[in-house]
């Protein structure tokens, strides 16, 4: 992506504003999402930021690969989207998604109550 994106807030929801920050063009200038710890709820903001980047998917774009990979020399998690623009251009997005891999959302439950 040709612009930096940081401090780019998606969408509220229950633990919290979901940050955005990075560029987004490869694992070495990845999207850091940051402000969920739930997988369930990290993804929707990812599927929420790639609507409002590009527009209404189906329409203006569409998912061609996703894929979940370790980069174990850093210890980070990647979620990394291979898209098609409605003018035949594709565009591959790279996300970091250390801070909520693996974790379901009973785990996020019992860290909000943690928290309290």
Known sequence: ??????????RDNAYGAVHFSGCGSSTLD???VSGTRCLSTGLAAIYQWLQVQFGKVGQDWQVLSQRHFA??????????FDLLM??????TICFDI???YGLQ???AD???YMDN
Do not use: H, K
């Open 30 to 32: 990845p999207l850091v």
């Open 86 to 91: 409605a003018d035949g251009t594709e565009r």
């Open 105 to 107: 959302d009973l785990d």
């Open 1 to 10: 992506m040709s612009q930096d994106t940081q401090n780019i807030v998606i």
């Open 71 to 80: 980069a174990p020399m850093c210890e980070r998690f990647f979620d990394q």
């Open 98 to 100: 250390t801070s909520f």
């Open 110 to 112: 019992l860290l909000r």
